[in-house]
T-cell receptor
Framework: DVKVTQSSRYLVKRTGEKVFLECVQD?????MFWYRQDPGLGLRLIYF???????EKGDIPEGYSVSREKKERFSLILESASTNQTSMYLC?????????????FGSGTRLTVV | GESVGLHLPTLSVQEGDNSIINCAYS??????FIWYKQESGKGPQFIID?????DKRQGQRVTVLLNKTVKHLSLQIAATQPGDSAVYFC???????????FGSGTRLQVQP
């Protein structure tokens, strides 16, 4: 069964810590995405990557960075965690050339920054 | 700017009734639309999609309608079941964009 796996389901970090959220997909998808999900705001795009070592900013990149050293792995980095980054983080992947359909999502990482 | 929004945050229906979830979008250049279902504790799952050159598409118990004139998208679920209880998101993709833009979601509650 194809899947997107996020390394942690729940995470609690302290303000100012550097936080790494990991995502791995086994579908050989070119595109990978990081969204955050907050009540009433839906899913907002943080960053995405369409190829190894390639990345593009989404709608809310401030305070985040990403790394894609291998095709199957896409990491989201919170350089200095703040309480307003407490949220559900969702990773997704998709094939290229199919106009963005067929996103496969991970189960999410619920991050709490205290 | 671009936005995708929903009219109702919560929809409550009786089991067996039909459900209609609505979505408005503002980007006239959107060429592709998707509905996702998110159950508690899970990531969103693909339900059905439609391209901008179509106005209706049917799946198993679900139908998506697209009205480009008023920039409106709807998801119809026939004979709603308790397992349909979830949050539903519409999403759109603008021409030339690689990523989807999601709406804020509607919670569907199915009453037995």
């Amino acid at each position: 069964d194809v899947k997107v796996t996020q390394s942690s389901r729940y995470l609690v970090k302290r303000t100012g810590e550097k936080v790494f959220l990991e995502c791995v997909q086994d579908m050989d998808h070119e595109n990978m995405f990081w969204y955050r999900q907050d009540p009433g705001l839906g899913l907002r795009l943080i960053y995405f990557s369409y190829d190894v070592k390639m990345k593009e900013k989404g709608d809310i990149p401030e305070g985040y960075s990403v790394s894609r050293e291998k095709k199957e792995r896409f990491s989201l980095i919170l350089e200095s965690a703040s309480t307003n980054q407490t949220s559900m983080y969702l990773c997704a992947s998709s094939l290229s050339g199919q106009r963005g359909y067929g996103y496969t999502f991970g189960s999410g990482t619920r991050l709490t920054v205290v | 700017g671009e936005s995708v929004g929903l009219h109702l945050p919560t929809l409550s229906v009786q089991e067996g009734d039909n459900s209609i979830i609505n979505c408005a979008y503002s980007n006239s250049a959107s060429d592709y639309f998707i509905w996702y279902k998110q159950e508690s504790g899970k990531g969103p799952q693909f339900i059905i999609d439609i391209r901008s050159n179509m106005d209706k598409r049917q799946g198993q118990r679900v139908t998506v309608l697209l009205n480009k004139t008023v920039k409106h998208l709807s998801l119809q679920i026939a004979a709603t079941q308790p397992g349909d209880s979830a949050v539903y998101f519409c999403a759109e993709k603008g021409t030339g964009r690689r990523a989807l833009t999601f709406g804020s979601g509607t919670r569907l509650q199915v009453q037995p």
